[in-house]
């Protein structure tokens, strides 16, 4: 009867050795896409104040509506436009899921 307890206690000591590691390798991996979401959020705001900061000024410097008219000119105009546009939804999607609604700090 003890060779069976002993037995017994050798696997459970190696299914627990066993399931630390794997448990181990998954949050290292967690903690890597949660890095990788984190800078790829940072990069997201960032680009959203560019993009906010260029229509700014080009609605500052088309004030007399001559940049819409032009075919070029405006084809850039209203897919800046556009792109503001995605990006605002994009945030205003991303503070939705967050609980209470606002941005963690730090981020």
Not at 12 to 35: H, P, Q, R, T, W
Not at 63 to 68: I, L, V
Not at 76 to 97: D, I, M, P, S
């Amino acid at each position: 009867m003890e060779i069976f307890f002993n037995i017994v206690f050798v696997i459970l000591n190696i299914f627990s050795i066993v399931a630390i590691y794997i448990i181990y390798n998954l949050l290292k991996k967690v903690e890597k896409y949660e890095d990788a979401i984190v800078s790829q959020s940072i990069f997201i705001d960032k680009f959203t104040g560019v993009v906010e900061y260029v229509d700014k000024k080009l609605e500052e410097l088309d004030h007399k509506g001559s940049f819409k008219s032009d075919d070029e000119i405006g084809f850039f105009f209203e897919e800046v436009k556009v792109l503001n546009g995605l990006l605002n939804a994009y945030n205003q999607q991303t503070r939705e899921e967050e609980p209470n609604g606002s941005r963690k700090q730090g981020i």
